[in-house]
Each structure stands twice: as structure tokens, then as C-alpha cells.
């Protein structure tokens, strides 16, 4: 089984579309992640969650919104879709002072 | 502004050489230092990580270098093999918040 699992794998659509990428991990963990990885490798943190506590990084546009139905999902909204949204979104989970497991990645095209 | 310093942006070894990258941060709150190594098309995976009671930990090939005083870190690759190729992060972790933040990535070449 996967452990931190994302969908889908590749999104590609119009600018201004609204979009959402699923994210859940079963391992039981107690903080999710969203980071962004732009075309230049470069990993930024976007959102972290933990027991209902949302750490937003202050860089990001309101147009993302995390949201948490349980613990083991964190899903990414993302309204009015821009160029510079393109990159590669992963997702992903930690216990509380431990290792960090990543997803396998979203690849976003904004087209 | 980025909490992890990272170097070289690039780096190409000859096969059976030894890699070195360097990291460095400024938060004296950070418990923990993990490096993390990405393939095309994959998500980062854990490769070796270190806490800062200790100033060094070996894993196979694999050797994290602590500096507390300098608030410097580094990852050492020896016999550097061509499946070593991708691009490696280091990354420290403050407990406040359970935040990791990631340095800036090195992309490993190893020449067979």
C-alpha cells in the first residue's frame, strides 16, 4: 500500500479553471503538508496541518485553500488557475518530530 | 527567506568519487536535520538524517557532517555511483509547529 497517495498524477487545464488534487496517508500521522516544487526544483512549503491547526505560509495566494475532512486526507483547492500555478505539488505527512514521507507528485499545467 | 542554505547548485563527480554537499541554517531551533534524495518524476525519499547531539552519523555510503557551533551541515557520498544521480535536499526541522524547511537542491551528476 502507498503510503502518502495523490491524485491525479497530471493535471492539465485552462487559466482561471478551478481545481482540487487530493491527498491521504495511512500511516497514521498527525501533520499533512502541501509543497510546491517550481521548475527550478525548489521545494516551498505551502500549508501544513496538524490536529486542526492550518499553518499557512504568508507567500501564498488566497486562491489555495487546504481542507481537511479527517486526519488522514488534506486536499488542495485552487481557484482561478494562473500561468505561474504550473509546477509540481506534492503532498505530504509526518508524525510530530519524525520523518517526512512525500507523495509522488502532481504535475499541474496551467495551459 | 529561505531558513536552509544549500550548496553547490550542481555538482558532477566522476564514478567512485566522493560527493560533498553543504548546507547551512540560522535558526538555533531546528532538532533535526534529515537530507532527501529526488529522482526525476518521483517525490523526495528520506536518505539519511541526523540530530544535533551528534556530529556525525554514517549510513553505507552515506555520511552526515553536524557543525552545531557553525550551524553547518553536510552530506558526503563516497564511492559515488552513476544510480547516485538525482537531486539531494537537505532540510532541518523546528519542533514549534512540526515544520520542515528544505534548502535549495543540488543535482548530482556521477560520470560512469
Known amino acids: 500500500d502507498t503510503a502518502v497517495s495523490q491524485t491525479p498524477k497530471y493535471l492539465v487545464t485552462q487559466m482561471g479553471n478551478d481545481k482540487s488534487i487530493k491527498c491521504e496517508q495511512n500511516l497514521g500521522h498527525d501533520t499533512m503538508y502541501w509543497y510546491k516544487q517550481d521548475s527550478k526544483k525548489f521545494l516551498k512549503i505551502m500549508f501544513s496541518y496538524n490536529n486542526k491547526e492550518l499553518i499557512i505560509n504568508e507567500t501564498v495566494p488566497n486562491r489555495f485553500s487546504p481542507k481537511s475532512p479527517d486526519k488522514a486526507h488534506l486536499n488542495l483547492h485552487i481557484n482561478s488557475l494562473e500561468l505561474g500555478d504550473s509546477a509540481v505539488y506534492f503532498c505530504?505527512?509526518?508524525?510530530?518530530?519524525?520523518?517526512?514521507?512525500f507523495g509522488s507528485g502532481t504535475q499541474l499545467s496551467v495551459l | 527567506q529561505q531558513q536552509v542554505k544549500q550548496s553547490p547548485q550542481s555538482l558532477i563527480v566522476q564514478k567512485g568519487g566522493i560527493s560533498i554537499i553543504n548546507c547551512a541554517y540560522e535558526?538555533?531551533?531546528?532538532?533535526?536535520f534529515p537530507w532527501y534524495q529526488q529522482f526525476p518524476g518521483k517525490g523526495p525519499a528520506l536518505l539519511i538524517a541526523?540530530?544535533?547531539?551528534?556530529s556525525e552519523k554514517k549510513e553505507g555510503r552515506f555520511t552526515i557532517s553536524f557543525n552545531k557551533s557553525a550551524k553547518q551541515f553536510s552530506l558526503h557520498i563516497m564511492d559515488s555511483q552513476p544510480g547516485d544521480s538525482a537531486t539531494y535536499f537537505c532540510?532541518?526541522?523546528?519542533?514549534?509547529?512540526?515544520?520542515?524547511?528544505f534548502g535549495t537542491g543540488t543535482s548530482l551528476t556521477v560520470i560512469p
Open positions: 532540510a532541518a526541522h523546528r519542533g514549534n509547529g512540526n515544520q520542515f524547511y
Open positions: 541526523i540530530r544535533p547531539d551528534v
Open positions: 505530504a505527512s509526518s508524525r510530530t518530530g519524525e520523518k517526512l514521507f
Open positions: 535558526n538555533t531551533a531546528f532538532d533535526y
